[in-house]
């Protein structure tokens, strides 16, 4: 049985969760990730495998039985503030992470638990555009590297997922060539220790694989597009109760060095129309991309359950 390195997440409570052994063939969560300022790293865990019949619960139990109010605040982030706080919107918390497997040698930034944005080269800045997040991995031979955003409705010390419901999802600008998978995890897809509510094969986070190209351009992804691997418990994914954003890398679409800027939820209307914009562009040489037939099954077990471990809610 493999011992993987795990970590806490600190943002306004220091709250925890902790991953188990991976046995070949079978599902088992990779280290937890960052999910605030001043993560620290915590001691090897292994916990037992769970049950091959297990599951994961329907809904969420007490204060977050029920969706929390719908958010109304479209911009997640534009990064334009330097730090690894999303954009602070009324009743909502988020902080950005980054997090890889425990490979001797291989790299990742922004650092694990030090999350910054860094400028823009000058010929793609202005005034009201300087920074972005610039997303690199490599070396990584396990299951992969992840970065992304916790979400939290906060109110009164009480954290529940997120509602997004008042949208139809997300759209953002990045650069690569890569290709990752866009996610969004929700409590059924993550255990009780990291706050969500599987008890069995959970990390089978929902998401859509997205190739980017070597220049700045628009990505849109709708709730109605994301499905879970398959290999994981099944689960109804439901926009009014997510827990985060996340983009997975797997080892072999390694090295990466890519660019997030401008993330933003969009509505229906606008959805449709970046949609039918996106549509009647013509699609750009993919260049360096490396994309093969199985990119939509990210390391099985592995990269999803980095992705998917976010600080639990007190």
Known sequence: MRR???AVCAAAL????????????????PPVVFGGEGATVGAPKELALPAADSGSESKTAGPCATPSPPSDTALLDDFEDGDAAAFKAFQREGYWFAASDATEGATIAPDRGAFKPDRLPLAESNRENLFAAHLKADGEKDWGVVWGVTLRWRSEGIRCPLNASAFAGLRFRAKGPGTVRVAFPVPETQPVDAGGTCTGRCYDVHGKVVVLTNRWD??????????QQGWGAEALFEPSRINGFQLAARPQDLPADLWIDDVSFVTEPEAQALSAQLRA?????????KVDGGAAALSRAKVPAAASALHKAP
Request: contains cysteine; aromatic residues 8%; hydrophobic residues 40%.
């Open 4 to 6: 993987i390195v795990w």
């Open 14 to 29: 220091a709250t925890g969760a902790c991953g188990s052994a991976n046995v070949e063939g079978r599902p088992g969560p």
């Open 218 to 227: 628009d990505y849109l992804v709708r709730w109605d597009h994301l499905e």
């Open 281 to 289: 562009e013509p699609p750009p040489p993919l260049v360096a991309a």
